[in-house]
Structure formats: structure tokens, C-alpha cells
């Protein structure tokens, strides 16, 4: 399956809710294309002339889907028709209010509520979380201070994960309500640095995992005690791409070092 007639990079894939054979691929060439896993069949493709998208996610009961990139724009898309549903423009350069306007640099990550499917979150470059109700077309909360420069976002129930580009305090809860953080938690060993790409709840919420550049590896740690279940190595390598099933009870991760890691929790 060829995605950019270019040659450029596949940034994100997401499988549909409503049909697990279609997935959702972004490039960096500005395109998203839908294709058909049984027979590796193209279904459609869109293209945003001039951007390169980062993050796409389809909303929990697959009607939707939604992208976001280096334009700092947000294109929700009907995935049906492959038609946009909204469209979110870039924060207004004279805008005087930040925490609700939309985003001022590139967004790096998108992530739909997996039981709330008009509830979705971004963050990137600007050093700022939003969250966006699909049904009013704007932010309903934000959380400053996430610098987020992969897909190191995740939603569950009221709680916002965060994982950082940054060398400590770096992987953070938030509530979603309040805007405030809940936990901050921290690697077994603190004197490590962090610079995390990807962040995901897993064990049911119970525990979250979270890999990038600090140590090259996938650290799984329970929330609370932050005791380090196990951790999934990079081979030396930047962890780049981390993926969980549903529940967070099997992760798979990967990155510079090419190979895919797989890992199952006890």
C-alpha cells in the first residue's frame, strides 16, 4: 500500500472503530488515504495542499475522522462522504486570548474520547493541550504547559495523559475538568532524562506506558505508586511509535532501531 506518490514519511495510522479492515494513513506529503486491509485496496484520498499532517483519529464509533499538522488547522472529516464536517483554523496572530483560540505551531497529536465520540484533544508545538467539542466547533478546555512533539497523548474517562519533550516531569496527568494536573509521574530512576515521543494509558487506566529519546526505552508504570512494571528497549534506539490494544493489555512499540517490539502485561 502506497500512500505518498512522493516517497514521503507515513506519520500516523489509525484503524476505524466501525470496521477494523479500514485504516486511516497521514503522510507528511499533506495527504490522508483510506484504505481496505483485505486486498490492500485504496477507498479514498484527501489531500490538504501545502501542510503536512501529523495526527489523524477516528472519532469512537468510526463516523468520523479528524487530522491536524504543521498548519496548526484541524479538518474533521465525515467518513462516509470523505467530505469536512469542520474545519478549525490556526490561532489568529493578534489573539489576545491563547487558552481559547486554537493552535499557534504545529500540532504534533490528535486523540477522539474513546467513549465520548465528539470529544477530542491536541496538542503540539505550543505548549498547549486543547479540548474540542466536534458539536459546538471549539475549545472547551484547555491545559497549559505539555509540550508534546509526537503522539504522546491519550484520553480515558476524565484524564488527560501527557508526555513531554522535555528532561523531567515530563509524563503527567491531567484532569480534564479542572484543567489541572493530578499526578506527575516519574521513572524509577530520576536521575534519567525523559524527552518522551508517545504516551498511552494502559491496564485499563491502571498504568501508563511512554517511550521517546531520553533513555530509548518503553517504560510501563503503574499510576499511584508509579512502580515500574517492566520496560520494552529500543535497542539503543529513539522509541518513536507506540500503540496499545484496547484495555492497554498488549503494547507495541517502535522507532529508529526498526524493529517492532511487542509486549503483553501480566
Sequence with gaps: ????????????????????????????????????T????????????????NAVDYCSDG??????????RIIVYDSL????????????EDSLDVLKSGHSQRIFALRFHPQHKSIFITGGWDRCIKVWDVREGSVIASLPGPYICGDAIDIQGNDILTG??????????????????????????????????SAR???????VAAGGSGTNTV???????HEEIGTISGGGKVVQAMA???????IASGGLGRNISLAVLN
Excluded at 43 to 51: L, P, T, Y
Excluded at 81 to 92: K, R
Excluded at 244 to 250: D, F, H, M, P, Y
Aim: with cysteine; net charge negative.
Design 1 to 36: 500500500m502506497q500512500t505518498s506518490v512522493d516517497g514521503l514519511p507515513v506519520t500516523c495510522i489509525r484503524a476505524c472503530p466501525a470496521d477494523y479492515q479500514l485504516i486511516a494513513a497521514s503522510s507528511s506529503d499533506g495527504s490522508v488515504t483510506i484504505w481496505n
Design 219 to 225: 517504560h510501563v508504570l503503574r499510576r499511584l505508586s
Design 201 to 207: 494509558f494502559c491496564d485499563c487506566s491502571r498504568a
Design 63 to 72: 463516523t468520523c475522522y479528524a487530522t491536524a499538522g504543521k498548519n496548526a
Design 244 to 250: 496499545t490494544t484496547s484495555g492497554g493489555l498488549a
Design 164 to 197: 513531554s519533550w522535555k528532561a523531567k516531569e515530563a509524563l503527567q496527568i491531567w484532569d480534564m475538568g479542572t484543567a489541572k494536573i493530578i499526578e506527575n509521574i516519574r521513572l524509577s530512576d530520576e536521575t534519567a532524562t525523559q524527552f518522551f515521543y
Design 38 to 53: 483485505v486486498g490492500a485496496k485504496k477507498v479514498e484520498s484527501v489531500i490538504q495542499a501545502g501542510n503536512e499532517i
Design 81 to 92: 462522504t470523505n467530505g469536512v464536517q469542520l474545519e478549525i483554523n490556526a490561532a489568529d
